[in-house]
């Protein structure tokens, strides 16, 4: 009931395409829904996060898509440059307790 | 506002030694929590705590492992006797007192020897 499953495990893409990593849920306690992007040796940094009645959001290249009937979740880079190279990593919360995270996927944008 | 700050940002100890993992949270977060993160894996959730209160600590091992966030000073997470596969980084978030996403600090990365 905790886990938020996220794929791919990693992805490759070229640079200028869109980079797209999808999430799913069960609980629907959940009411948060945050992307986090880790660079090695770094801290996660919260990248844009979205609540359920809301089925998109978009800030810059970033975007997450959300359905809440399918209990999935998305985000999409557009415009995939190398410096968004990194691991991301999903997280689905309801109100204080802990954020619940996917396993990560490590994205390699290549020239 | 400096965000969440850890310290030490390294620390190194030989197995049997004791490790002090510091977290300060953000201005106004009361929330605070501990996460633990093995080379190329997630993170692991380990104890939420607010002041003075251990609210959740269902990640953390019942041996060697304790939390504190007392009314003045740090949040604190102290391992005791450290072995090899305590070696990981130690992420702590904070979040503000109605939820929502937590901002997490630069990460201890403890090495056991």
């Known amino acids: 009931q905790q886990q938020v499953k996220q794929s791919p495990q990693s992805l490759i893409v070229q640079k200028g395409g869109i980079s797209i990593i999808n999430c799913a849920y069960e609980?629907?306690?959940?009411?948060?829904f945050p992307w986090y992007q880790q660079f090695p040796g770094k801290g996660p940094a919260l990248l844009i996060a979205i609540r359920p009645d809301v089925s998109e959001k978009k800030e810059g290249r970033f975007t997450i898509s959300f359905n809440k009937s399918a209990k999935q979740f998305s985000l999409h880079i557009m415009d995939s440059q190398p410096g968004d190279s990194a691991t991301y990593f999903c997280a689905a919360v309801s109100g204080n307790t802990p954020l619940v995270f996917g396993k990560g996927t490590r994205l390699s944008v290549i020239a | 506002n400096a965000g969440v700050m850890q310290n030490p940002r390294h620390l190194v100890r030989r197995r049997g030694q004791e490790a002090r993992l510091r977290c300060s949270p953000m201005k106004g977060h009361s929330h605070v929590y501990w996460y633990r993160q093995l080379p190329e894996e997630g993170l692991k959730f380990m104890v939420y705590?607010?002041?003075?209160?251990?609210?959740?600590e269902s990640g953390m091992p019942k041996e060697r492992f304790s939390a504190e966030f007392p009314k003045e000073g740090p949040s604190i997470l102290r391992i005791q006797q450290v072995v090899r596969g305590d070696s990981a980084a130690y992420f702590c978030?904070?979040?503000?007192?109605?939820?929502?996403?937590?901002?997490f600090g630069p990460g201890t990365r403890l090495t056991v020897l």
């Open positions: 609980n629907t306690a959940f009411d948060y």
């Open positions: 978030a904070s979040s503000p007192p109605f939820g929502g996403a937590g901002i």
């Open positions: 705590l607010q002041k003075e209160n251990i609210i959740d």
